[in-house]
C-alpha cells in the first residue's frame, strides 16, 4: 500500500498527522511540497475525488493576503487548480493520498477511520 502525506513541515496540522501516522505504525512518504513543488497531475487527481472548496483553504493567511479579483476568479476546479499551482500555500494541510484515495485535514477520529482495519 502506497501513502503519501501532502504538506510542509512546520504546519502544526501537518505535524499532527505525521506524528500520528508514525506512533500507529503506517509506513507513508512526506512529500513538502513547498521545496518538492507540485505537479499539476498531482492536483488534478486530488480534484478528481474532492471538492475545490474543500482542498482551497479559505481561512488561510495566503488566501487572505490575495486580492479580491484573484479570489473573485476562483469559482470551479479548474480556477481552483491554477490557483494551487500557483500558490500551494493555499491547500488545506495535509492532503493524505492513502492509495489513490485522498483526504484533506487531520483529526484522531479522521484518521481512525481512515485506518481502521487497514494494513499498517
Not at 506512533?23 to 513543488?37: A, L, P, V
Request: proline letters at 3%; charged letters at 25%; aromatic letters at 10%.
Amino acid at each position: 500500500m502506497k501513502r503519501t502525506l501532502y504538506g510542509i513541515p512546520n504546519c502544526d496540522t501537518v505535524k499532527k498527522a505525521r506524528t500520528w501516522l508514525a506512533d500507529n505504525g503506517h509506513d507513508f512518504t512526506f512529500h513538502d511540497f513547498k521545496k518538492q513543488g507540485l505537479e499539476r497531475a498531482t492536483v488534478q487527481q486530488w480534484l478528481g475525488q474532492l471538492d475545490w472548496e474543500v482542498l482551497v483553504n479559505r481561512k488561510g493567511l495566503t488566501w487572505r493576503n490575495l486580492t479580491d479579483a484573484q479570489k473573485a476568479a476562483v469559482t470551479d476546479k479548474t480556477s481552483a487548480l491554477e490557483l494551487i499551482l500557483s500558490n500551494p500555500s493555499v491547500i488545506k494541510r495535509p492532503v493524505l493520498d492513502n492509495d489513490g484515495k485522498f483526504s484533506v485535514g487531520f483529526s484522531d477520529a479522521q484518521y481512525r477511520a481512515i485506518f481502521e482495519g487497514a494494513p499498517a
